[in-house]
């Protein structure tokens, strides 16, 4: 489906991933609320954007945790200023490599909710304006929402979560005019990665891509009909084989134990 120019919200802006989403989308856009906690971060992208001597948009920040009453008041504020809503990218996302034994409750609760829960809230808050015209919902998940992986345990758990958030939404809208789909990267350079993230994934030959990659492939997929997609060959053949043929990943994964651990433990 395709809504151009896009009244766009994109969460989780100042991110690797976000800022260069934010980058590539902002030429398609009439107008763009940029989400983030980072207020200085978010100004500065703002003024680059703004700065482009391509792009002239109207571009707006709402800083603040989107679990927060304050936050959705301000974003729904912001809507209203750009005259609605017809694309929702929550971008938003966090990570942990720890065992799951060793996770603290806390971190635990905190993850689910950014990468989870605040997704499907900000859907539920915002729903009834995409409604009012053509729209779109992206959830920017991970290859780990298909395949569990030692170390990532919660993390897996919440990107599962809301890949089948994305799918449930998108069947019970779709004799609606909002399309619900879940673009899925692989491995990506980016600072949600831990120093031993980034050195477990060298040893094992792990692919990666820029984030200049994914959003370049984001932006072939919002202008696509495809409910999902997911970056990687590598990575999709072994999604395809841990669908039909688990124990081959099972046995796969348990031979790069050995150099997950040694990083694990860190």
């Not at 954007?49 to 974003?75: E, F, H, M, W, Y």
Request: net charge positive; hydrophobic share 40%; glycine share 6%.
């Amino acid at each position: 489906m395709k809504n151009k120019p896009y009244k766009a919200v994109l969460t989780g802006a100042t991110g690797g991933i976000g800022k260069a989403i934010a980058l590539q989308l902002a030429p398609q856009c009439s107008s763009l609320i940029l989400m983030g906690r980072d207020t200085q971060k978010l100004e500065a992208l703002k003024n680059e954007l703004t700065n482009s001597a391509a792009i002239s948009i109207k571009i707006q920040i709402v800083p603040g945790d989107l679990c927060d009453d304050s936050t959705s008041v301000r974003l729904m504020d912001a809507i209203t200023a750009q005259q609605g809503i017809n694309l929702l990218i929550n971008n938003a996302g966090i990570s942990q490599f720890k065992s799951f034994a060793q996770q603290s409750d806390k971190d635990i609760t905190q993850l689910m909710l950014t990468n989870l829960v605040s997704p499907m809230l900000v859907c539920k808050k915002l729903l009834p304006l995409l409604m009012k015209e053509p729209s779109q919902i992206i959830n920017i998940g991970s290859i780990f929402g298909y395949l569990g992986f030692p170390g990532f345990s919660s993390y897996c758990a919440s990107k599962f979560g809301l890949r089948g958030f994305s799918q449930s939404l998108r069947r019970e809208l779709s004799d609606t005019s909002v399309s619900v789909r879940y673009f899925a990267p692989r491995a990506t350079k980016t600072s949600i990665n831990s120093d031993q993230v980034m050195q477990m994934n060298a040893e094992l030959k792990t692919d990666a891509d820029t984030p200049k990659e994914v959003a370049r492939e984001f932006m072939k997929f919002l202008g696509g009909n495809a409910w999902e997609k997911k970056l990687g060959f590598k990575e999709s053949f072994f999604v395809f084989m841990n669908q039909l043929f688990p124990s081959i990943p099972d046995k796969a994964i348990q031979g790069q134990l050995p150099i997950i651990n040694k990083y694990l433990n860190k």
